[in-house]
C-alpha cells in the first residue's frame, strides 16, 4: 500500500496570524486616530475599510492552509480523499484501470494540471503544489500504478 498526503506549504499559524494581525490593527488605528484629532477625520472609515479587508483576506489564506489531499493506492484501488474548508470528497477508481495524466495548460503561464482518470472518470490532484512538485508527483504515481505512463498532453 501506498499513500500520499498532500497539504499546501502554510507556515503561518492561527495564533501567529491574529498577532500578526491585531499588531497591523494597533498601529494603523494609532495612525488614523492621530490623523483625526488634527482634523483629518475621513481618514478613519478608510482605514476601517483596509483593516476589514485585511481581515478577510488573512482568513481565506487561512482557510486556504486547511485543505488537504490523501492518495491511497492499494493492490485494487486508488481512492483520493479531499478536505478543507468544511467539505469533503472521496474518489476511488479502480488501479487497473486508473492513468495519471499531466496536462499541459493553454497558457504557457498557467499550471499544469495532474488527473488521476479512470474509466471516463477524472480528478485533479496537487492543485495547491509548485510546478516541480505536481511533476515530481506525477512520476511517483506513474511508478506506483503500473502501466500508466505520465503524458504532457494539452487541456482542449
Known sequence: ??????????????????????????VSLTIAVGFAIVGYWPI??????????????????MLQGQRRERIRIDEHYVRVSKTGRGDAR?????????RVKLVKAN?????HRLLLTSKGKAVEVGRFLTEDERESLGRRLTEVI?????????DF
Open 1 to 26: 500500500m501506498h499513500l500520499f498526503e498532500l497539504s499546501p506549504n502554510c507556515s503561518l499559524t492561527p495564533r501567529a496570524a491574529l498577532v500578526f494581525y491585531f499588531g497591523i490593527v494597533a
Open 44 to 61: 478613519l472609515p478608510f482605514a476601517g475599510l483596509e483593516l476589514l479587508a485585511l481581515g478577510a483576506a488573512l482568513r481565506w489564506s
Open 90 to 98: 472521496e474518489y476511488e477508481f479502480s488501479r487497473a484501470w486508473t
Open 107 to 111: 497558457q504557457s503561464t498557467w499550471p
Open 146 to 154: 503500473p502501466g500508466s505512463p505520465a503524458r504532457l498532453v494539452k
